[in-house]
């Protein structure tokens, strides 16, 4: 089986950065550029398994689900991953080992592109006077860049920021509590309280009702699209109050 290829997969994270208009060296909202950017509908709901997410690709309707009983950065970084999946590939039987880690690397660069973690490390660094990263530094590059500790602590390693050794002291500490001491929520790195209902972000409910109104669709199939993207309320109404 070929290794995953991490050049291939940063150069991807470049061009969609590109292709949205994003710049090299600002943090996005990852789930607001894929809902407008890239018309996908995300779609948040608890679910009680190890999946973090997945994509959903039905005819013109492209999704992706995130679990929710994760942290708020781990959903982020699910964002990301799976739709390096749903751009690029589907199912490469046998590839699926190679496929996880290039979607890995892909989320990492797509969410702190190469160019935008050294300027900002380096002012950091500059600023303060040292060139040894801490976890002062590490909790203001995840909290800027939306990303987990573990997801940033790697980049830092494998960007040769940090060493093995650095790596591990700073993989051990505890980061609610570090998050706290130095000021910022724990928001990034705790479980939101779970909502048991199901949140879609997407703009296709206005499309479809664009599409009505100016005849493109009937009203029947406006309906069908209504249900098959998850929006069954706005035609069935709300049973609850029934």
């Known amino acids: 089986m070929n290794g995953a290829n991490n050049l291939l997969a940063e150069t991807r994270a470049i061009e969609t950065r590109n292709e949205f208009g994003l710049s090299s060296t600002t943090s996005i909202n990852i789930f607001e550029v894929l809902k407008f950017n890239a018309n996908i509908s995300i779609i948040k709901m608890p679910i009680d398994s190890d999946l973090y ?49 290039e979607a890995d690397t892909f989320a990492s660069y797509l969410l702190i592109p190469r160019e935008a ?11 303060k006077n040292k060139n040894i990263v801490d976890i002062s530094d590490c ?31 700073l993989k051990d500490i505890n980061i609610i509590r570090e998050a706290r001491r ?9 479980k939101p309280k779970i909502n048991k209902n199901i949140v879609v972000e997407s703009e296709y ?12 669709i009937s009203e029947s ?22």
Do not use: W
Not at 117 to 123: A, T, V
Not at 205 to 216: F, N, P, R, T
């Open 117 to 127: 973690l050294n300027f900002h490390l380096k002012k950091r660094l500059t600023k």
């Open 205 to 216: 409910a206005e499309l479809a009702k664009q599409a009505l109104e100016s005849d493109i």
């Open 139 to 169: 909790l203001y590059l995840e909290n800027y860049f939306k990303i987990s500790h573990q997801a940033l602590i790697l980049r830092l390693k494998l960007d040769n920021h940090i060493n093995n050794k650095k790596y591990e002291d």
């Open 53 to 101: 997410g997945l994509f959903i690709r039905k005819g013109e309707i492209q999704a992706i689900l995130i679990n929710i009983d994760t942290s708020l950065g781990r959903q982020y970084f699910t964002a990301a991953h799976e739709y390096y999946h749903l751009k690029y590939n589907v199912n490469l039987n046998g590839e699926q080992e190679r496929l996880e880690k």
């Open 182 to 190: 130095y000021g910022y929520s724990v928001e990034l790195y705790t």
């Open 221 to 242: 199939r406006y309906n069908e699209y209504l249900i098959e993207g998850g929006y069954g309320d706005l035609v069935f109404g709300d049973r609850d109050d029934e």
